[in-house]
C-alpha cells in the first residue's frame, strides 16, 4: 500500500552542519571547504575560496522561523541558534507534523553558495559532499524526506555525473542547479 500525501512542502531547506565537509568531503579539497566567519561588524559570513559571502546581516535568520517577518530577532541569532529540523531530520519530524505536512523535498541553505565556486572539480566536490550529507540526513524517514541533488553550474559534464551518483548511489529523484552564480555585494 503507497503513502498518501495531502501536502507537500516542494521546497523544504536544510541546515548544513559545518561538520559536513571534514566528514563527507573527498579529502583533497577539505582544506579549501567553506568556513563560517565572523565579519568586521560580528556577524556570521561565509568564507569561501577567499571571498566573503553572505548578507551584511549575517547567517542568523537563516533557520530562525519568523525571521522576515520580525517575530525572531534574526540579528542576535547564530547559525546554529537556527531551527533544531533543519540540522536533524528526527526533530523536523515533528514539525512538519505540527504543520500538517506530510513529505518535504528539501534544499540546501549554505549550499547555495556553491555558485561563487570558480573551480568546476572543487564545485563538484561541494555538491558531492552535502549531496551525500542530505542522504544521510533523510535516511531515517525515506516516505517523508526527498533529497534534492545539488549539482553544479560551474560544467555540464559535472553536473552530469553528480546527477547520475545522485540518482544511483544515493537514489535522489531530481536535483537543481542555481539558476544564477553568487555574486558577492
Not at 533557520?63 to 530577532?73: D, E, F, L, M, T
Not at 553536473?159 to 537514489?171: D, N, P, S, Y
Request: hydrophobic share 40%; proline share 7%; aromatic share 12%.
Amino acid at each position: 500500500m503507497s503513502r498518501k500525501y495531502d501536502v507537500i512542502d516542494a521546497d523544504g531547506h536544510v541546515l548544513e552542519p559545518f561538520t559536513l565537509w571534514d566528514d563527507y568531503m573527498d579529502p583533497q579539497y577539505r582544506e579549501r571547504a567553506p568556513k563560517l566567519v565572523k565579519d568586521e561588524n560580528g556577524k556570521e559570513r561565509l568564507l569561501l575560496e577567499d571571498k566573503i559571502l553572505g548578507s551584511r546581516a549575517g547567517f542568523g535568520g537563516i533557520g530562525g522561523v519568523g525571521a522576515r517577518q520580525g517575530v525572531v530577532a534574526a540579528d542576535a541569532m547564530d547559525y546554529k541558534d537556527g531551527r533544531k529540523g533543519g540540522f536533524d531530520p528526527h526533530a523536523r519530524i515533528p514539525d512538519m507534523d505540527l504543520d500538517g505536512i506530510d513529505a518535504a523535498f528539501l534544499y540546501p541553505s549554505l549550499g547555495l553558495f556553491a555558485g561563487a565556486v570558480s573551480d568546476p572539480a572543487f564545485a563538484a566536490a561541494m555538491c558531492r559532499a552535502y549531496n551525500r550529507w542530505l542522504a544521510d540526513y533523510c535516511k531515517p524517514y525515506p516516505d517523508r524526506l526527498f533529497g534534492i541533488a545539488m549539482l553544479p553550474m560551474q560544467s555540464i559534464d559535472a553536473a552530469i555525473q553528480e546527477m547520475t551518483f545522485a540518482r544511483k548511489e544515493l537514489g535522489f529523484r531530481g536535483g537543481f542547479l542555481r539558476p544564477n552564480p553568487y555574486i558577492p555585494a
